[in-house]
T-cell receptor, first 115, second 112 residues
C-alpha cells in the first residue's frame, strides 16, 4: 500500500483565494482525520470522519473551513477565503477505526502558504 | 482548561545513553496515550500505545510508562543512537476516542 496520499504537497496562494487540499486514505481504513500543524499551536485536530460521516468538527477554526468525504477513498479540506494566518502544514491521517488500539497513519502533509 | 505539556526545551543526549521524554497533562482523564515520532518534513509515525490501566509498555529499545496519579507519561529510549534524533509527540485519547489531543512535541538530538 502506498500509504496515505495527500495533494498538493505545497500550495502557495494569495489571501482571499480558495484552497482545496486532498487526501486518499489507506484502503480499508474507516476513519480519517485532518490536522493542522504550526510552530505556535503544534498539531491540532480539525475534524475526523468515521465511515465517511463527520464525527467531530469542533476543531475547525471557523466557517471558512469545510471538509467532505464523499466516499471511502477520498476527502477534501477547503478553505474559502484563505487568510495568511491559515499558513501551516495540513496533515491527513487514517486508521482502521476509532477504537483506541488503532494507530493513525499520517500522510506527508501539505505545506500551505497564504500571502 | 485541558492542557498537555512536553519538555519545552530540546533534549541533547550522548549516544548510548538513555533519553527520557516527559508528557504531563492537566484537567483531562485519558484512557489511552500514544507516542509518535516526527522527522522534519514528514508526518508523525506511531510508536507505542499504553492504556490507563497499564503502568509500562515496551517495544525493543523503547519504554513508555503511564502514571494516572501523577498525570504523567514518560518515554524512554535506551542505548540511544543518532538515528533516534527526531521530534517525539504524545497524544491523549479519551475512552470513547472522541477526543484526541497532541502535545507540542520534544525535539531530541543524539550526538555521536
Amino acid at each position: 500500500d502506498a500509504g496515505v496520499i495527500q495533494s498538493p504537497r505545497h500550495e502557495v496562494t494569495e489571501m482571499g483565494q480558495e484552497v482545496t487540499l486532498r487526501c486518499k486514505p489507506i484502503s480499508g481504513h474507516n476513519s480519517l482525520f485532518w490536522y493542522r500543524q504550526t510552530m505556535m499551536r503544534g498539531l491540532e485536530l480539525l475534524i475526523y470522519f468515521n465511515n465517511n460521516v463527520p464525527i467531530d468538527d469542533s476543531g475547525m477554526p471557523e466557517d471558512r473551513f469545510s471538509a467532505k468525504m464523499p466516499n471511502a477513498s477520498f476527502s477534501t479540506l477547503k478553505i474559502q477565503p484563505s487568510e495568511p494566518r491559515d499558513s501551516a502544514v495540513y496533515f491527513c491521517a487514517s486508521s482502521l477505526g476509532l477504537a483506541e488500539l488503532n494507530e493513525q497513519f499520517f500522510g506527508p502533509g501539505t505545506r500551505l502558504t497564504v500571502l | 482548561s485541558q492542557k498537555i505539556e512536553q519538555n519545552s526545551e530540546a533534549l541533547n543526549i550522548q549516544e548510548g545513553k538513555t533519553a527520557t521524554l516527559t508528557c504531563n497533562y492537566t484537567n483531562y482523564s485519558p484512557a489511552y496515550l500514544q507516542w509518535y515520532r516526527q522527522d522534519p518534513g514528514r508526518g508523525p509515525v506511531f510508536l507505542l500505545l499504553i492504556r490507563e490501566n497499564e503502568k509500562e509498555k515496551r517495544k525493543e529499545r523503547l519504554k513508555v510508562t503511564f502514571d494516572t496519579t501523577l498525570k504523567q507519561s514518560l518515554f524512554h529510549i535506551t542505548a540511544s543512537q543518532p538515528a533516534d534524533s527526531a521530534t517525539y509527540l504524545c497524544a491523549l485519547l479519551t475512552s470513547s476516542a472522541s477526543k484526541i489531543i497532541f502535545g507540542s512535541g520534544t525535539r531530541l538530538s543524539i550526538r555521536p
